[in-house]
């Protein structure tokens, strides 16, 4: 495998592996295939591509109709369009019949959406799929993470999302790193003054920050909660009662994502003092990705800031 | 199967519904009887089915894209073997398989889970087009309403299944006339129904929806189209069967007194 070097290749290329391997395998577009850059799949698997125009709702409605009849339909499009245009045919007819159908959702976040502006910016979508049962959410890291996600997830019963980005990601993990299904996974243990929990493509500031922590003596754990749903909440409260204190990092909106999700599990028995990082309930705006992270309070700094924070709450 | 006893059985689906409304309390009857015959034709004559195999990957399909009139495709699931009658009597209480809306994992031989309006051309498209991407030689069957028109994802579909030739979906449009709030004339604005679909790249055929040896014909001649998905415009009459249903619209969705049953199953041929 070559370098996978942006999240939209991942999906791809691993689609390309999925559907050399397994024949039920289809790609449905909503003239989106040139999004995911997937004329090789086209050229290589013409039978296999179901181009439908610009008609998410209908692209979903068509998903569940393939599903139902024994293929596995991949729907790759702006992650909004699926999740808000296509929210009820998501829901109700793919999610509550639980059928085996993969969402992948570019654009997710502020860096994702970058210099779109907000209408292909999208910090929302993984607290729609939260609410809806049976799915399965994945937030990769990187290219190869997706890549990996993909292959980890294919066999998986019931509808799956996946989020993407623009393809302006920075690597995190080398290629080859297996995807961490369903289990959070420690990235950094340097002892239990501070936990840093995120997903997505933060993650490499969330790196930087526990670096930069360690600089000043303080021990933090890194952990990377890449499965949304099923939360692997056994792991995450084992993480929480060691540390007594938590900053979740998430390139979406604060409520119904990862800070939500882990708030949760601090409310239901794992007690610990928790600071939300991600956009505090406003929409983003046109720039260039990392900018727009900073501007938005997902710098180092504020990670830093926010994990001493934290742990000045524990001391009171 | 001739005429005679397709209408036989198509009486026989509408009583069902009528038991099942006046005895479970709840569900749409004339939205019902206005499909009646043409599920009958399908369930009875047309499509390819085994109902002691309700999964056989080359059954054609079904989709109600109109859920609501589900009590009558109940029955005719029922009818053909596919449950006991006596559960139709559950319909929408607690436990039951029969869900006020079609459900597809709790009810054998339902191919889609459908209910909210507008999805089910989609559904039945991404079923046509896996048959063709798995070389299988099924046909697949919806019926939409004509006040579901309205719902924009109906010509998404139209439009992507006529790029695709999809010429083994043929779609039933239930025109009775009516939808929720009166005339589809009064609230919405579907006609010309045909010159639309016409538009969209269909074949399109106008047959009487109560007449089984139209329907049967109009099908023959939709399997004959083989670059075309088909669009049958079916003139129907919300509760036809029963006199005191036509023409009142709150039979959409209401609930027989003693005396309107007896007099329901006697119209439709049946002994109380």
Redesign the interface.
């Given at each position: 495998m070559s370098t996978v070097d942006s999240t939209r290749i991942g999906f791809r290329d691993a689609l390309l592996k999925l559907a050399t391997e397994r024949e039920d395998v289809v790609f449905v577009s909503t003239d989106s295939l040139k999004v995911v850059k997937g004329e090789p799949f086209l050229e290589q698997f013409p039978d296999r591509v179901v181009e439908l125009g610009i008609s998410e709702q209908n692209g979903v409605g068509v998903c569940s109709g393939l599903a139902a009849s024994g293929l596995l339909p991949y729907i790759c499009t702006y992650a909004g369009f699926l999740t808000m245009r296509a929210c009820e045919q998501m829901r109700t007819f793919v999610s509550y019949p639980n059928l085996k159908v993969r969402f992948v959702g570019a654009n997710g976040g502020l860096h994702g959406g970058n210099r779109e502006g907000v209408s292909h910016q999208f910090i929302e979508d993984v607290g729609i799929l939260r609410g809806m049962p049976n799915f399965t959410i994945l937030c990769p890291a990187d290219g190869g993470q997706v890549y990996e996600a993909m292959l980890a997830s294919a066999d998986i019963d019931g509808p799956v999302y996946i989020r993407i980005g623009s393809g302006r990601e920075d690597k995190v993990f080398p290629d080859g790193t297996p995807f961490p299904m369903g289990k959070i996974r420690t990235l950094v243990d340097e002892g239990n003054d501070v936990a840093l929990l995120a997903h997505g493509f933060v993650l490499g500031r969330v790196l930087e920050a526990a670096k930069k922590l360690k600089e000043e003596g303080i021990k933090a754990k890194v952990v990377e909660v890449a499965t949304i749903k099923p939360l692997d909440k056994e792991g995450l409260a084992e993480v929480l009662n060691a540390t007594g204190c938590a900053v979740t990092v998430e390139d979406h909106t604060i409520i119904n994502g990862l800070g939500s999700a882990v708030a949760e599990v601090i409310a239901e028995g794992a007690p610990a003092h928790l600071i939300r990082l991600g956009l505090q309930d406003v929409y983003g705006e046109s720039g260039f990705p990392e900018e727009l992270l900073d501007a938005y309070g997902m710098r180092v700094e504020d990670i830093v800031s926010a994990a001493k924070k934290a742990m000045s709450r524990k001391k009171l | 199967m001739d005429i005679q006893a397709l209408q036989d059985i198509s009486l026989s689906l509408r009583r069902d519904v009528v038991e099942m409304v006046y005895r479970t309390k709840d569900g749409h009857p004339s939205p019902s009887f206005s499909v009646a015959d043409i599920i009958t034709a399908l369930y009875f004559e047309i499509m390819r089915l085994d109902p002691s195999n309700p999964d056989w990957?080359d059954r054609d399909?079904f989709?109600l894209s109109k859920g609501h009139s589900c009590p009558v495709l109940y029955a005719a699931l029922a009818k053909k073997g596919y449950f006991p009658r006596e559960e139709l009597f559950t319909l929408r209480y607690l436990n039951s398989h029969l869900q006020g809306h079609p459900?597809?994992?709790k009810t054998k031989g339902l191919?889609?889970?459908?209910?909210?309006l507008g999805?089910g051309?989609?559904?039945?498209?991404?079923?046509?087009?896996?048959?063709r991407?798995?070389r299988k030689d099924y046909q697949?069957y919806a019926i939409t309403g004509d006040g579901e028109l309205g719902e924009?994802?109906i010509w998404?579909?139209a439009?992507?299944a006529s790029?695709?030739k999809a010429s083994n979906l043929t779609v039933f449009i239930d025109n009775n006339n009516y939808q929720s709030g009166g005339t589809v004339g009064e609230v919405s604005g579907p006609y010309p129904i045909e010159d639309k679909w016409q538009a969209f790249g269909w074949h399109v055929q106008t047959i009487d929806g109560h007449d089984i040896a139209q329907i049967l014909k109009a099908v023959e001649n939709a399997r004959l189209v083989n670059d075309k998905p088909s669009a049958i415009v079916c003139k129907t009459v919300k509760g036809n069967g029963v006199s005191f249903m036509v023409g009142e619209n709150s039979w959409h969705k209401r609930v027989y007194t003693d005396e309107e049953y007896k007099q329901a199953i006697k119209e439709l041929g049946g002994a109380v």
């Open positions: - | 990957e399909r989709v459900y597809a994992p191919d889609a889970t459908t209910g909210s999805n051309v989609s559904i039945g498209l991404g079923m046509a087009l896996a048959a991407i798995r697949v924009g994802m998404e579909a439009m992507a790029h695709h």
